[in-house]
């Protein structure tokens, strides 16, 4: 199965701008839309990013997202304590006929 | 406001069944495909496949064919996962979630998603 390569972990110090990112080798990830979640270890996901840069409603601005090539990017901006969690990247593949998840970023705020 | 509950945690032995529920609330039941994910001890999400809404058609992913059923009870806005012959590699937490279609864009996104059910096999 395809997957999509996340970092393991990732860290920052409260206020700073860290960048999650996600890619994939075996195709261009810009031809997805890429959909982001942040999972607070046992809790259920959460819904962060849609359609590649889009925010649902309640997820603060500090929230961003992108993506060029085969990879995409999560950003973080002040960043703060209540950040941490993983965070988890995800597509449709239409050729797979599957969704095909990201392994995880753990994000810790020293 | 949306809420997915599912039914709580089980302990099952090697090759028995587990079904587990998904009572959604809050929203048009049959306008929103319900799928099902996994998620090992320690792991990432698998998805594990969807089911129609309006016609109970569900569709498996690849590696969750077999023994694995997704179903519905639209009269009580439940949906139903199903595993039989259980192995201790089953042992995870199985979410529902809401594919919010039509709140992402017409692309497909899980907007909202039930609290997890541990599934835990051991004998």
């Known amino acids: 199965q395809s997957v999509l390569t996340q970092a393991p972990s990732a860290s920052g110090t409260p206020g700073q701008r860290v960048t999650i990112s996600c890619s994939r080798s075996?195709?261009?990830?810009?031809?997805?839309?890429v959909t982001w979640y942040r999972q607070v270890p046992g809790t259920a996901p959460k819904l962060l990013i849609y359609?590649?840069?889009q925010r649902p409603s309640g997820v603060p601005d500090r929230f961003s997202a992108s993506k060029s090539g085969t990879s995409a990017s999560l950003a973080i901006s002040g960043l703060q304590s209540e950040d941490e969690a993983d965070y988890f990247c995800?597509?449709?593949?239409?050729?797979?006929?599957?969704?095909?998840f990201g392994g995880g970023t753990k994000l810790t705020v020293l | 406001q949306v809420q997915l509950v599912q039914s709580g945690s089980e302990l099952k032995e090697p090759g028995a069944s587990v079904k587990v529920s998904c009572k959604t609330s809050?929203?048009?039941?049959?306008?929103?495909?319900l799928n099902w994910l996994r998620q090992a001890p320690g792991q990432g999400l698998e998805w594990m496949g969807w089911?129609?809404?309006?016609?109970?058609?569900?569709t498996y992913a690849q590696g969750f064919t077999g023994r694995f059923v997704l179903s519905l009870d639209t009269s009580v806005s439940t949906a139903y996962l199903q595993i039989s012959s259980l192995k201790a590699e089953d042992t995870a937490v199985y979410y529902c979630?809401?594919?919010?279609?039509?709140?992402?864009?017409?692309?497909?996104?899980?907007?909202?998603w039930g609290q997890g059910t541990l599934i835990t096999v051991s004998s």
């Open positions: 995800a597509i449709w593949d239409d050729s797979l006929n599957d969704w095909v």
């Open positions: 075996s195709s261009n990830i810009g031809s997805y839309s």
């Open positions: 359609n590649s840069n």
């Open positions: 809050g929203y048009t039941f049959r306008g929103f495909a």
């Open positions: 089911i129609n809404p309006n016609t109970g058609n569900p």
């Open positions: 979630t809401r594919d919010g279609y039509t709140s992402c864009s017409s692309t497909s996104c899980f907007d909202h």
